[in-house]
């Protein structure tokens, strides 16, 4: 039998609620996307603008990325990294049903993270995570949203990079009492 040493773990950051909002996810996301027939790479893409990504994605690996980017008159961020990634494993329809489930894992990951740091307990963290996973409004953006997906990780990325850079610099400057 397996023997797990709480104080071991009481003291650093623990990650098992993490882990549990990331299992939520992707049970959540495998059920949606085995009943419209997603996973395969065939079938329906979930998402209101997916066919449209796949489409310019491949558009663009038929062109070139420069081309497109000067008729388009701005690069579409999320269009290229679909496009580098289709390009990668020869299948931008694929690469389209995984890409979402990526970011929403680092989402997670960045919401437990931030969490962590604003109020130093795990367990709130924790919550905020599995809450975070089950929220509707975060479900919809995961499902539909994938441009807005994209910003959402892209802002908590930069949220948290500050956030913890202020933490350090007032840890920093504080005076011993």
Known sequence: ??????????????????????????????SQYTKNGVLPGEGLLLGWDSPAYVWIAQNVLSFSPRYLIEVWAYPRFYVLLLAAVGYIIHNVKLAEAFIPVIFG?????????????LTTNVRFA???????????NFLRILADLHRNLMAIVLSYACFLLLTEGATKIRRENSFPP
Do not use: D, H, W
């Open 126 to 136: 924790g919550v905020a995570t599995i809450l975070g996973a089950f929220s509707l």
């Open 105 to 117: 894992m680092v989402f997670l990951y960045l919401l437990f993270r931030l969490a962590r740091l």
């Open 1 to 30: 039998m397996i023997k797990i040493n709480l104080k071991k773990i009481r003291g650093k950051p623990n990650y098992i609620y993490l882990c549990v909002a990331e299992a939520i996810l992707v049970v959540i996301i495998i």
